[in-house]
């Protein structure tokens, strides 16, 4: 009969083996992990603030190229106010098709604005008493409400009045003298020019002014808009309307004017705003640049680089690269774009 052997278990060193093994795989899964997840993080990071400027150039692109555009009035000399100089709001911020404000936003950004009308117009006069006369007859009255603020032009002469009276039956808009409820009124009831002597006639459009800029929100930062109030169904005629959020953790928003000095359709040279209205005006084309972060923290290794705004030479000038404090560990990306404003090209 055989003797069985006794059953002998692992050493002390085998154990110890094994158990360095096991940790040396932990680690190696445990690194394999954390390095997918720093990835998946910057992936998103990065496909986050592509999106984000990728909708906010082409918002500003398109707003922009619309700008200043004021139906087939083309000379805005031509364009006459009888608003009341002496409300509260700036009626000559209402006529203009572009002002740049520099510094005056959430982290020293850039303010934009953009003025014109909005679209082609279905509303035509159909009849005027006289020029002195108070009342506009059109084609359709519906859409208007008193305390409107609304343009009238022939293509050659235009007038910028609030309706006072909306006479549905007759399809009259009126246009009394006097102050405005709520709005901003008319200093007269006369317009600049007779609108039945246009044979091509005369058509009525709502004017607007369109503001975009950056505001801090609750420890975000967000490109906003607002405007001119224009209806009077809305309280504030006149005034700017609350601002509206357009798209988060965009950081910083700058911009210079392309300024045509000779009138030959050429950007000459490109200026930060200095505030004036004739610098404004002599401009055919805007350049802007966009600072986006990304909405999470905890994605780089550290503070990141990155030159702002687009337009410096920052290869040549290692000087000019912001540096980001080395706690903020957010993923940055710069967008820079050129619009032209085709309304101020080839004569409108």
């Known amino acids: 009969m055989k003797c069985v052997s006794a059953q002998r278990g692992l050493s002390l060193v085998e154990v110890m083996v094994a158990l360095a093994l096991a940790m040396i795989l932990t680690l190696g899964l445990t690194q394999i992990f954390v390095a997918n997840s720093q990835s998946f993080r910057m992936a998103e990071a990065s496909s986050r603030v592509q999106e984000t400027g ?18 087939c009035l083309r000379d805005l000399t031509n364009l006459n106010s009888t608003l009341n100089d002496d409300s509260a709001f700036n009626v000559d911020a209402l ?8 510094g005056v936003g959430a982290g020293g950004s850039d303010r934009l604005a953009l003025g014109g009308v909005n679209g082609n117009s279905d509303i035509e006069v159909t009849f005027q008493p006289s ?40 399809e009259v808009v009126v246009h009394n003298a006097g102050s405005s409820t709520g709005g ?10 007779n609108y039945n002597d ?13 503001r975009f800029y950056l505001q801090d929100n609750g ?12 209806f009077g169904n809305l309280s504030g005629t006149g005034t700017y309307s609350s601002a509206v959020a357009l798209l988060e953790d965009v950081q910083d928003f700058q911009v210079q004017l392309g300024v045509d000095s000779n009138g030959d359709d050429r950007v000459d040279s490109w200026e930060d705003s200095d505030g004036t209205a004739a610098q404004a005006d002599s401009a055919i084309a805007i350049r802007y640049s966009l600072l986006i972060r990304s909405p999470d923290d905890n994605v780089t290794d550290g503070g990141v680089s990155y030159c702002y705004p687009g337009w410096l030479d920052c ?6 690269l912001t540096q980001v404090a080395a706690t903020d560990t957010f993923f940055y990306r710069v967008y820079t774009t050129t619009t032209s404003l085709r309304n101020r090209i080839g004569g409108g």
Not at 315 to 320: M, N, P, Q, R
């Open 198 to 210: 246009d044979p091509n006639g005369a058509r009525v459009f709502r004017p607007r002014s369109q």
């Open 54 to 71: 990728r909708l906010a150039t082409g918002f500003l692109a398109r707003e922009i190229r619309n700008a200043d555009y004021w139906g």
């Open 131 to 170: 020029q002195q006369a108070a009342n506009l007859r059109v084609n359709e009255s519906e859409s208007f409400n008193d305390g409107d603020i609304v343009i009238v032009t022939n293509c050659k002469n235009g007038d910028v009045f609030e309706i006072t009276d909306v006479k549905d039956a007759n």
């Open 184 to 193: 901003v009124g008319n200093s007269t009831q006369k317009l600049s020019t």
């Open 315 to 320: 290869e040549s000038d290692l000087t000019l």
């Open 219 to 230: 420890g975000r930062r967000e490109l906003v808009t607002d405007g001119v109030n224009v």
């Open 95 to 102: 006529m203009r098709g572009l002002d740049v404000e520099d």
